[in-house]
C-alpha cells in the first residue's frame, strides 16, 4: 500500500532528519516512542500504523505530548507526556469537532451524582459499581493521584464515558466513538460505535435499531454502505439504509456533519413525561431532511403523525396519571419508609416510566414495534394495573382509594368493568378506538 510505504519512510526520516534544534528533538522523540512501542505494544502500534493519523504524520508525541506544568504530566524516556488525550488535545487540530461536542448534550452526561439514577446505585448496590456501570458510560470526574506513576487515579481511569470530566476542564472523550489509536471515520459511522450505551432495559435503541427495517437493511447490505469513503453524504455515496450516525451525525445532501447528537431531535423521551425540545420543530425539520434521502414526505409525516400519538398515549393515559398519584401518595406520607426506594411501589413507579416507559417511546420513534409493544407499552399497561393500582390501594387511604376510582372511570381505563363482548364489539365498530381520536394530529 502506498500509504503504508510512507509511513514507513515517515518513521526513517524521523530518527535522521536534519531539523531546528528543538523541532529536531521533538522529531527525534517521536520516532523512538514508535521504535520502542512497535517492541513493547505491538498490537497498539499497529492500531496507530494502520490509521489516518500516522498517514497524515501525527504521531504518539503529537497527542501525548504534556507540558511540565500540565497536572497529569509525568516524565517518561526523556519526555514530558500524559496519558489522557482530551477532546481539548485533539481540539488543537479538530477545533470544530472539539466545539460542537462541547457544546452537546454528551458533554454534560458526566454530571449525574445529583440524579435519582445515582442515588439508586449508591444506596442499593455500592460505590464500585457506580465507577464500573454509570461512570463506564456516562464519563468519571477523573482525578490525579500524585502517586500514581502516570498520575491518574484507578478509581477514575481507565475510562471513557461519553462526558467524562477531564483534570484540564474540557468535557468528554473522543475516542468513546473512535477506539484508539484507528480513530476512524468508518468505525464511527456504524452503529456498533453507539452501541456501548445505548442499549438495555432503559434505552435500548441498539435493539430497536436492529430489529427496524433500517437495521435490517444495513446487516443485510453493509458491503454497499461505502463506510470508508472520505465524502458520506445519504443517497448519494449510499443508499441502501441509514445508521445511528446517518440520522443523527452525518451529512445529507443539505446539512454538514454535526458533532451534536441532539440538533436533529424533537422530544427528550428520557424523563417520566415526555418534553418538547427548545425549537423543536426546526430539529423535526433537520430530521426529515434527512429522511427525504430515501422517502417522499408523505411517508415521513406518516410515521411523525403515529410516532406522536404513542408518545401522547404514554403520557396522557399513563405517565400522567402515575406521577399525579405518586405526588399525593408523597404528599400525605403514607409510605412505610422513610428512604426514597426503600418501598416497592417507588420501584413500581420507577420502571413503568424509567424502563418501560422510556422503551416503548424509543421503539416508536425508531420504527421498533417489538420494543413499541411487547417490551414497550404492553408491560406499562400490566404493571400500571397489576402491580402500581393495586400497591396504591394497599395504602388504604380514603383520598387515594377516591382518586383512583375516578381515574377508573375514565373512557380509557373504564374497560375493566364492562363485558368481554361488549368490549369486542366495541373494537369492531371502532368505538374504543375512537376513545384515542384526539390523539392524533387533526387534519383540516
Ligand atoms: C525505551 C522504550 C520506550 C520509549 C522510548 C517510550 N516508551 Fe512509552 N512506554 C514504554 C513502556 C515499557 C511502557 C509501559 C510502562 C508500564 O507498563 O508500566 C510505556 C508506557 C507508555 C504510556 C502509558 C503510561 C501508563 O501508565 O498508562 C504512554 C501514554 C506512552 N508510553 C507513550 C509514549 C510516548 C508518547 C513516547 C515518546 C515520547 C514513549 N512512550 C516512549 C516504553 C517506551
Ligand atoms: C490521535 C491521538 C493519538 C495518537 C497519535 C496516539 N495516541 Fe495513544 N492514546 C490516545 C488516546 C485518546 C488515548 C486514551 C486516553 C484517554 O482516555 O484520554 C490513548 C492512550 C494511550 C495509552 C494508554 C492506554 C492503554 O491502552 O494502555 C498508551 C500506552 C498510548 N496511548 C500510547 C501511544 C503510542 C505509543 C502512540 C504512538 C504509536 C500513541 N499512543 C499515539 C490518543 C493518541
Ligand atoms: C450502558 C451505559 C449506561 C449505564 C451503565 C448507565 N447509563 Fe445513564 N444513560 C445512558 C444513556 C445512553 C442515556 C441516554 C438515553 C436516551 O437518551 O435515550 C442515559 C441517561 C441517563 C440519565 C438521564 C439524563 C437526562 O438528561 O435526562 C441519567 C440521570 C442517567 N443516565 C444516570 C445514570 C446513572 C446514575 C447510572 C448508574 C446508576 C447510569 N446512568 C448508568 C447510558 C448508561
Ligand atoms: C457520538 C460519537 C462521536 C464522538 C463522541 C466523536 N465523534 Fe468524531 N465522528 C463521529 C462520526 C459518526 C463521524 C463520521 C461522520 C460522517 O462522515 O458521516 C465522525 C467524524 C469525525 C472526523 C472526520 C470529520 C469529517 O468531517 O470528515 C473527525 C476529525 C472527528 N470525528 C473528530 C472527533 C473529535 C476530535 C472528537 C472529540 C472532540 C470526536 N470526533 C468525537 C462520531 C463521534
Ligand atoms: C496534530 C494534529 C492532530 C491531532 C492532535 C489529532 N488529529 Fe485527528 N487528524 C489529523 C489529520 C491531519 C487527519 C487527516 C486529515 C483529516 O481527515 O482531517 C486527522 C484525521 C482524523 C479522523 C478521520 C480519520 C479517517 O477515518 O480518515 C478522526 C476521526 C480523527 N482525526 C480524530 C482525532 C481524535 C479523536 C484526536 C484526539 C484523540 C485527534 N484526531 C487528534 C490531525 C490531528
Ligand atoms: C432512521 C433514522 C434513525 C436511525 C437509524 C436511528 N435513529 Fe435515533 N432517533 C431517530 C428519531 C426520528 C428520533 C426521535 C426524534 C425526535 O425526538 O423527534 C430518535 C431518537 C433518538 C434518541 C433520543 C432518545 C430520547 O430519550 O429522547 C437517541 C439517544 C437515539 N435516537 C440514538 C440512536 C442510536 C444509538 C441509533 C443506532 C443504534 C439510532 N438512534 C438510530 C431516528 C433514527
Ligand atoms: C460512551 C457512551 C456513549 C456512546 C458511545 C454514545 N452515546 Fe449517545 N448518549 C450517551 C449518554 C450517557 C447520553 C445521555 C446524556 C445525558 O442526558 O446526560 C447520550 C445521549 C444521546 C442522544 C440524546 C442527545 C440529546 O441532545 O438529548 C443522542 C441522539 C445520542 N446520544 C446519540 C448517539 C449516537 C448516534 C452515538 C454513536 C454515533 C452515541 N450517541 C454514542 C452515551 C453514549
Ligand atoms: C438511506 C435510506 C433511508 C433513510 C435515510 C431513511 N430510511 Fe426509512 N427505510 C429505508 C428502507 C430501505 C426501508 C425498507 C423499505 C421497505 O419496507 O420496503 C425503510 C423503511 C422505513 C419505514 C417502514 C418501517 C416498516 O417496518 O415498514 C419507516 C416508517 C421509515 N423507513 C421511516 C424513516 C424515517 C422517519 C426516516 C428519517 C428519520 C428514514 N426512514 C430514513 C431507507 C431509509
Redo the contacts with the bound molecule.
Keep these: 500500500m502506498q500509504n503504508r510505504s510512507a509511513v514507513a519512510l515517515l518513521i526513517a526520516v524521523l530518527s535522521f532528519w536534519p531539523f531546528p534544534a528543538e523541532a529536531q528533538k521533538n522529531k527525534e522523540l517521536a520516532g523512538k516512542c514508535l521504535t520502542c512501542h512497535k517492541q513493547v505494544s505491538p498490537g497498539l502500534y499497529q492500531q496507530w500504523y494502520e490509521s489516518s493519523h500516522a498517514v497524515h504524520q501525527v504521531t504518539c508525541i503529537d497527542c501525548h505530548g504534556a507540558d511540565k506544568r500540565d497536572i497529569d504530566a509525568f516524565s517518561h524516556n526523556g519526555a514530558q507526556i500524559a496519558v489522557l488525550v482530551t477532546p481539548k488535545d485533539c481540539g488543537v487540530c479538530h477545533a470544530k469537532e472539539r466545539d460542537q461536542v462541547g457544546g452537546?448534550?454528551?458533554a454534560?452526561?458526566g454530571?449525574?451524582l445529583e440524579s435519582e439514577d445515582a442515588y439508586l446505585a449508591h444506596v442499593t448496590a455500592g460505590h464500585p459499581v457506580a465507577i464500573t456501570g454509570c461512570e463506564a458510560?456516562?464519563?468519571a470526574n477523573v482525578r490525579i493521584d500524585k502517586n500514581s506513576p502516570n498520575k491518574l487515579s484507578p478509581l477514575s481511569w481507565p475510562n471513557?464515558?461519553?462526558?467524562r470530566i477531564n483534570p484540564d476542564g474540557s468535557l468528554g472523550a473522543c475516542n468513546?466513538?473512535h477506539p484508539r489509536h484507528l480513530f476512524s471515520r468508518a468505525q464511527?459511522r456504524q452503529p456498533q460505535?453507539?452501541s456501548?450505551?445505548?442499549l438495555g432495559p432503559d434505552h435500548p435503541?441498539k435493539e430497536v435499531y436492529e430489529e427496524s427495517k433500517h437495521g435490517n437493511s444495513y446487516a443485510t447490505a453493509i458491503e454497499t454502505m461505502n463506510l470508508h469513503s472520505d465524502r458520506w453524504v445519504v443517497g448519494q455515496d449510499y443508499y441502501a439504509a441509514p445508521t445511528?450516525?446517518t440520522c443523527?451525525?452525518s451529512a445529507t445532501a443539505e446539512q454538514p456533519v454535526t458533532h451534536?447528537?441532539?440538533t436533529r431531535?424533537s422530544y427528550?423521551l428520557?424523563p417520566a413525561i415526555s418534553k418538547r425540545?427548545d425549537n423543536w420543530q426546526q430539529k423535526r425539520q433537520a430530521m426529515k431532511q434527512v429522511c427525504s434521502a430515501c422517502h417522499r414526505s408523505g411517508f415521513i409525516d406518516g410515521h411523525y403523525a403515529q410516532f406522536d400519538a404513542t408518545v401522547a398515549l404514554y403520557d396522557e393515559k399513563f405517565a400522567k396519571p402515575a406521577t399525579e398519584l405518586m405526588t399525593l401518595i408523597r404528599k400525605r406520607q403514607l409510605l412505610e419508609k422513610p428512604a426514597s426506594f426503600a418501598n416497592d411501589i417507588e420501584w413500581t413507579y420507577w420502571e413503568i416510566w424509567h424502563h418501560e416507559g422510556r422503551r416503548a417511546r424509543h421503539g416508536v420513534s425508531m420504527m421498533g414495534p417489538d420494543y413499541t409493544w411487547w417490551h414497550g407499552l404492553y408491560e406499562v399497561a400490566q404493571h400500571f394495573y397489576f402491580k402500581f393500582l393495586p400497591q396504591a390501594m394497599e395504602l388504604q387511604d380514603p383520598e387515594v382509594d377516591a382518586w383512583i376510582d375516578r381515574l377508573l372511570a375514565e373512557p380509557e381505563h373504564r374497560w375493566m368493568e364492562e363485558q368481554t363482548e361488549v368490549l369486542r364489539k366495541q373494537i369492531r365498530d371502532g368505538k374504543v378506538q375512537a376513545i384515542y381520536r384526539d390523539l392524533f394530529p387533526q387534519k383540516p
Excluded: T
Design positions: 452537546s448534550h454528551h454534560r452526561a454530571q449525574i458510560c456516562h464519563g471513557s464515558g461519553i462526558g468513546a466513538c464511527a460505535s453507539c456501548k450505551c445505548h435503541q445511528c450516525a443523527h451525525m451534536d447528537v441532539g431531535l427528550s428520557r425540545q
